[in-house]
């Protein structure tokens, strides 16, 4: 399918005449600096991203778009899993299984995006690896499967998909989205159809999909244990505005075929008052993770840390605050709350617009739950230093 | 909710309007003035580029260019971003007079909408806020306006109004005093005050290098000074055709991702 698509894509290229063909090439330059405290032990993590977006329209309505990631690592680049994992966890296990929960930082180069839009009068066609953007949460969206955002930074991109995508306008504001994600045969790969509308000033849509979602059991002996299931997602999103607050929310029901079903709902409101302070709050629930932190097993931190589940604790409360200083230095920060153990997690954030195109972002993730929760000390305490360079 | 300040994004003035005022025979009143002003600040479609320049407290200058399209009077509206490359591909989209908004950004090919709130936050860090950014008939839903008299500015005779906020408004000003060309109904001067002290002088507003575009007298600067933050952003049009006709389309989700 990719060198079909591949070959698609190269042919489209070559057949319009190159007069036609204004490449526009822009990006960003993204060095990272990573500062973890974990264990009594301070380690250090670089990372130097190069991102690069070609974008071209080859005609009135057909658009290129690609974009190209160069990301490589200095400093402490291999680490496990088990060393996040709070010791009441760990020791019930032989240290010996510890080599399975490694992972290492190895520099990558690759192709994220690369699609071609075709926009007829009636519809749009979007083929090629693309982002999948779902739901109207801020920090979880139960109805997107295709993405789990990082908690610290939850607007960061997402990676891109092989698919293909139509998108109808409907009648009245409505909309019709339908998406098709080829894996290896047409059983494992996932479809998706989203019908979108507008009432007064709320915006909603209904959200069903199919796919395959893989379940690794980590407690297995000697090796893990990969499985995939079945799963069907029936759910809805809502964005609007209700007594002065903007509110929204989203919830699925997952159907899992030989696993357990289970849901998520999110309900989010914002704020911002005559300062410019900004306020925002979201509640998440997930059925499949564990309302008392005692129960926390390894397959339940791991599953959480490969982002096999959203969620490790059952019920939890997202809080983010920003405020700008002056016109090009904002502070704030989020606070993740679990509301099923207590824990806390504090994410101070400080963005300063030192140039047009040079931003600077300090992020810190500090953990001070009680061992053994969601948020707590095991998980260590970070600091991020970002500069992003555009072009 | 409409919206409640001035409409930078494209503003014109409609020749229809010039030299009315003075063929009136009964003296003019304030209500006719602003309804006028409101006319002629929204031609019936317009698309324009514009460069958008914010001083900063420490002297600093940030610079955005845009593409703006207007439908219905303003009652529809598209921006989107072009420079710099920070922000390129961003698009807002107004609908019913601003009283809906959503922002796409590219990079994460996200939509959100934007509660009327947020419409009190800096457009870009700029001195213009979401909601002066909005079109509309804002003059006249959400305030009561006033004749004082009459007042040279920019060496034009101008009527000068008082608008005073309406009491169930939700306008982010208390009250606004404006200068108006007699000739073109132009507002060439605009104060804010401030929410919650209507003595307290917050923004204010000059318009001026006016140029005849397709027919229609168009001030092709624009610059609101901000009082309180000591900073200052200035809207420079750079392109502008009002015979256009602009589809539908354009002004929804899909048309802000194109």
Redesign the interface.
């Known amino acids: 399918m990719r060198k079909f698509l591949c070959t698609c894509l190269l042919f489209l290229l070559l057949s319009v005449p190159l007069d036609a063909q204004e490449l526009d090439i822009?990006g960003?330059f993204e060095p990272q600096f990573n500062l973890i405290y974990l264990d009594d032990n301070y380690y250090q993590l670089q990372s130097n991203k190069l991102r690069v977006d070609l974008k071209s329209n080859l005609g009135e309505n057909l658009?290129f778009g690609a974009n190209f990631d160069w990301i490589v690592y200095h400093g402490k680049r291999e680490w496990n899993y088990w060393n996040f994992i709070p010791e009441r966890v760990t020791s019930r296990y032989s240290s010996a299984r510890m080599w399975r929960y490694r992972f290492t930082f190895d520099d990558r180069s690759f192709l994220d995006n690369a699609y071609l839009r075709f926009?007829f009068p009636s519809f749009?066609l979007m083929v090629g690896k693309?982002?999948?953007?779902l739901g109207?949460g801020y920090a979880w969206n139960p109805t997107d499967i295709f993405n789990v955002k990082d908690l610290s930074d939850p607007?960061?991109?997402?990676p891109g998909h092989n698919a293909i995508r139509v998108?109808w306008?409907l009648r009245a504001g409505f909309?019709l989205l339908a998406l098709y994600s080829p894996e290896s045969d047409w059983e494992s790969s996932g479809k998706l159809l989203r019908l979108k509308g507008r009432w007064q000033?709320f915006?909603f849509s209904i959200t069903g999909t199919e796919t395959e979602w893989g379940v690794t059991d980590y407690e297995y002996p000697f090796v893990n244990l990969f499985t995939s299931h079945k799963r069907r997602l029936l759910g809805g999103d809502f964005?609007?505005?209700l007594l002065?607050?903007?509110?929204?929310g989203e919830t699925a029901y997952n159907f899992v075929g030989d696993f357990e079903d289970f849901w998520e709902l999110l309900i989010g409101g914002?704020?911002?008052?005559?300062s410019?302070l900004?306020l925002m709050l979201e509640f998440y629930h997930h059925s499949l993770a564990k309302s008392d932190y005692r129960d926390y097993g390894l397959n339940d931190w791991l599953r959480f840390f490969y982002q096999e589940q959203k969620s490790l604790t059952r019920d939890q409360v997202y809080c983010l605050i920003q405020y700008?200083l002056?016109?090009?230095l904002k502070i704030g920060g989020s606070t993740l709350l679990s509301l099923s153990d207590g824990s806390i997690a504090l994410v101070p954030t400080v963005l300063y617009?030192f140039h047009?195109?040079i931003?600077f972002t300090l992020i810190g993730n500090i953990n001070i739950g009680k061992e053994g929760k969601a948020y707590g000390s095991s998980q260590g305490h970070s600091l991020l230093l970002r500069s992003?360079v555009?072009? | 909710m409409k919206l409640k300040a001035f409409t930078p994004l494209i503003f014109s003035a409609g020749l229809f309007c010039a030299g009315s005022a003075g063929a009136q025979t009964n003296p003019i009143t304030a209500d006719t003035i602003i309804q006028r002003v409101t006319r002629v600040m929204n031609p019936a479609q317009s698309k324009g580029k514009m460069k958008m320049t914010i001083t900063t407290t420490s002297k600093k200058t940030r610079t955005f260019v845009y593409l703006a399209y207007a439908k219905n009077h303003g009652e529809k509206t598209l921006m989107k971003y072009l420079e710099p490359s920070r922000v390129k591909g961003q698009a807002i989209l107004m609908l019913n007079n601003a009283d809906d908004i959503w922002v796409y950004f590219p990079r994460t090919r996200r939509v959100r909408k934007l509660a009327t709130h947020a419409k009190k936050q800096k457009m870009e860090g700029s001195d213009f806020s979401y909601e002066d950014m909005g079109a509309g008939d804002a003059f006249i839903d959400e305030f009561e306006s006033r004749l004082l008299g009459e007042e040279k500015k920019q060496g034009k005779l101008c009527y000068e109004l008082e608008l005073t906020r309406k009491p169930k408004s939700t306008s982010g000003y208390s009250k606004l005093v404006m200068w108006v060309d007699k000739e073109s109904f132009v507002p060439l001067v605009i104060d804010y005050y401030h929410d919650d002290d209507s003595t307290l002088l917050e923004k204010e507003l000059v318009c001026g290098n006016i140029e005849i575009i397709d027919d229609i007298p168009t001030p092709m600067q624009v610059v609101m000074y901000n009082k309180l933050d000591r900073t200052q952003t200035s809207m420079e049009l750079v392109e502008v055709s009002y015979k256009v006709d602009l589809e539908d389309d354009l002004f929804t989700e899909r048309g802000m991702k194109k």
């Open positions: 822009f960003y658009e926009s749009d693309q982002q999948i953007s109207t607007t960061y991109e997402q998108d306008p909309s000033h915006d964005a609007g505005e002065g607050l903007g509110v929204w914002d704020y911002t008052f005559d410019e900004y700008p002056t016109d090009l617009s047009e195109n931003e992003l555009y072009f």
